[in-house]
């Protein structure tokens, strides 16, 4: 049961920019800590980078700098992706949890299906 819809995913080359998209299927993520994850080709999902319902961000060493998440209102939230470079190559799915999740995969509750990013050298 899909709860959340990515959008926004395709072939970059390194160096340009992307932006996912991420909405709600059934309810509203007004008061939810929302997340967008990661997982390349052979690796583990990874954490990229969070917004509480504040505003407050958080990121991943490894985005910090070039990702940019945004939300707007209670409907959507965003990724924005600069300098991207071949090693962001993954699958990136938004996620939402009821507590201040951050980086904790096992907190989120809702998952999306994901969205294909590949950067080419």
């Known amino acids: 049961q899909v709860q959340l819809v990515e959008s926004g995913g395709g072939l970059v080359t390194a160096g340009g920019s992307l932006r996912l998209s991420c909405a709600p299927a059934?309810?509203?993520?007004?008061?939810?800590?929302m997340a967008w994850f990661r997982q390349g080709p052979g690796k583990e999902r990874e954490f990229a980078a969070a917004?509480?319902?504040?505003?407050?961000t958080y990121y991943a060493d490894s985005v910090k700098g070039r990702f940019t998440i945004s939300r707007e209102g209670a409907n959507r939230i965003f990724l924005q992706m600069n300098s991207l470079k071949p090693e962001d190559t993954a699958v990136y799915y938004c996620?939402?949890?009821?507590?201040?999740?951050?980086?904790?995969?096992?907190?989120?509750?809702?998952w999306g299906q994901g969205t294909q990013v590949t950067v080419s050298s």
């Open positions: 996620a939402a949890s009821r507590t201040q999740a951050m980086a904790v995969i096992t907190e989120y509750d809702y």
């Open positions: 059934r309810f509203t993520f007004t008061r939810y800590y």
């Open positions: 917004i509480n319902w504040n505003g407050r």
